[in-house]
């Protein structure tokens, strides 16, 4: 009785132990160099404005909050950045289909000769071109920013995508015919499964280009957003207002990156931990 108490505390320990471990090794090698790098910046920015450049033309730190909470407290904030998010959401969710279908269809040679020079070129056509001809175009329409982030962006997704399809292992249909796999539980268990780690890296990469874009454009070409307000706070000389948007917009697209798509992932993926187990 005495032995199997002690053989049950013993494994009890060794599993505790591991857990304890890792949570001291996040902390060591993740959570303490993010903060320390923070901490490091603000005193170097800090020191910076009124030591190295003029506190006119860098406000330090705790003016720049002053600024973000005078932004927040006016409701400006919400308005624009609720402008900028739909245009992003109308804009990204567009590219991805388009981006998709078109990346699918690139298995197929014929297609694949078609969209392939015109993929590559608009990815290495600079955006300010596509925000520039939008902004000419559609003028302060909001469809001016949804139009470029499309054309943009899709060629993203569907090279992400044309690259797993075409990486999608044959021996595994193979298999899955060969035991009367019907076609639905093909496209879930074998060719999803596959795809996402393709489909996430380009969700994630069109999303970077879907900020940058909408800002951009904004910057030329309208009457709401988070580009609009920067371009107003630069026409105005004024660097507390331009920096706090830059800091909204920096924040913004952190919390989205990190909490909203990473989260979605992990759940994805989930299985693999199960799996695993």
Avoid: C
Avoid at 130 to 147: D, E, K, Q, T, Y
Avoid at 219 to 237: K, P, W
């Amino acid at each position: 009785m005495t032995t199997q108490t002690d053989t049950t505390t013993a494994e009890t320990v060794a599993e505790d132990v591991p857990v304890e471990s890792q949570f001291r090794r996040d902390l060591r090698t993740r959570w303490i160099p993010r903060f320390a790098g923070y901490i490091a910046f603000l005193l170097f920015w800090d020191w910076a404005s009124g030591g190295l450049i003029r506190a006119q033309l860098l406000p330090g730190p705790l003016t720049i909050l002053e600024e973000m909470w005078g932004i927040v407290a006016s409701g400006e904030l919400w308005n624009h950045f609720g402008s900028t998010l739909r245009k992003i959401g109308i804009g990204w969710v567009i590219a991805f289909a388009l981006g998709a279908a078109i990346g699918i269809s690139m298995r197929h040679p014929w297609w694949d000769g078609f969209f392939r020079d015109w993929v590559v070129t608009t990815m290495s056509t600079p955006g300010l071109v596509f925000a520039l001809i939008a902004a000419m175009i559609f003028g302060f329409s909001p469809v001016g920013p949804i139009v470029a982030i499309v054309v943009t962006s899709f060629a993203f997704f569907t090279v992400n995508i044309a690259e797993g399809v075409k990486a999608l292992p044959k021996d595994l249909f193979d298999m899955a015919r060969a035991f009367d796999v019907d076609s639905r539980r093909r496209l879930r268990h074998v060719v999803v499964p596959f795809l996402a780690p393709y489909i996430f890296a380009a969700m994630r990469y069109g999303f970077s280009i879907s900020w940058k874009i909408a800002t951009l454009t904004e910057l030329f070409g309208a009457s709401r957003g988070i580009g609009f307000m920067m371009r107003r706070e630069y026409q105005l000389f004024n660097m507390s207002g331009l920096l706090a948007w830059i800091f909204f917009f920096f924040a913004f697209a952190l919390l989205l990156e990190k909490v909203v798509l990473q989260r979605g992932i992990d759940h994805f993926f989930r299985w693999r931990q199960t799996a695993a187990t």
